[in-house]
């Protein structure tokens, strides 16, 4: 699916749900894509990308922005403590706080640097064992401990279990942001990103749909 494709999709979701044009951000989740097709899609325009992983991103992105001006880059995977000062300083969103370690030590880095990027907590909705995240019910109290470290926390994240409906995981994500008072979702992949932004997805993370299946 093109680009374009893709970005009519967006606008006619928002539209249908009432919502501002251009009030969702497409993450362009370039993780294990080749290099020419990441620079394909920066040709056309697209300054949002998303990376998994940050040895990866530090590998690809630096190049990529001498040549290119105003690239916005999230770190949507699972962050560990020792990538941590790396990740702080190629990315300007952070999708996967999930643990008062992490909370920490990025909150260390920031006064140390005197800059931190926006992040958003991950919150595990389906509770699967296997997966990164807050518990829904531990999140609330996760949300008041970052914000007494003065981290700029802006959002929540989820990714809804495989075999289960995923506007119920985003329903429930909306519901603890509210209370929260934050505004951002990062809700939505290539195959739900429509229903996400019916419920209010802020940050869509387009990938497969965008670039194909990955090698």
């Given at each position: 699916m093109s680009l374009s494709e893709i970005q009519t999709r967006i606008a006619t979701a928002e539209s249908a749900a009432g919502r501002n044009p251009g009030s969702t951000r497409l993450i362009a989740v370039s993780k294990m894509q080749p290099d020419d097709k990441v620079e394909a899609v920066l040709r056309q325009?697209?300054?949002?990308?998303?990376?998994?992983?940050?040895?990866?991103?530090?590998?690809?992105?630096?190049?990529?922005?001498?040549?290119?001006?105003?690239?916005?880059?999230?770190?949507?995977?699972?962050?560990?403590?020792?990538k941590l000062r790396q990740a702080m300083e190629l990315a300007q969103a952070i999708h996967s706080l999930d643990r008062p370690k992490l909370a920490a030590g990025l909150a260390r880095l920031a006064q140390e640097t005197g800059a931190c990027p926006d992040l958003f907590i991950q919150v595990n909705t389906g509770e699967e064992p296997q997966k990164a995240g807050v518990l829904p019910a531990e999140t609330d109290a996760f949300v008041a401990e970052c914000r007494g470290l003065d981290l700029p926390v802006i959002g929540l994240m989820c990714?809804?279990?495989?075999?289960?409906?995923?506007?119920?995981?985003?329903?429930?994500?909306?519901?603890?942001?509210?209370?929260?008072?934050?505004?951002g979702l990062s809700m939505g992949m290539s195959g739900d990103f429509e229903t996400a932004i019916r419920l209010g997805a802020t940050h869509v993370r387009v990938g497969s749909a965008l670039f194909g299946a990955r090698d």
């Open positions: 325009g697209h300054r949002i990308f998303g990376e998994n992983r940050v040895q990866e991103a530090a590998g690809k992105w630096p190049g990529f922005r001498e040549k290119y001006d105003g690239i916005e880059l999230h770190i949507i995977g699972p962050l560990q403590s020792n990714i809804p279990p495989v075999e289960e409906e995923p506007s119920l995981h985003f329903a429930l994500l909306a519901k603890i942001a509210a209370r929260n008072g934050l505004e």
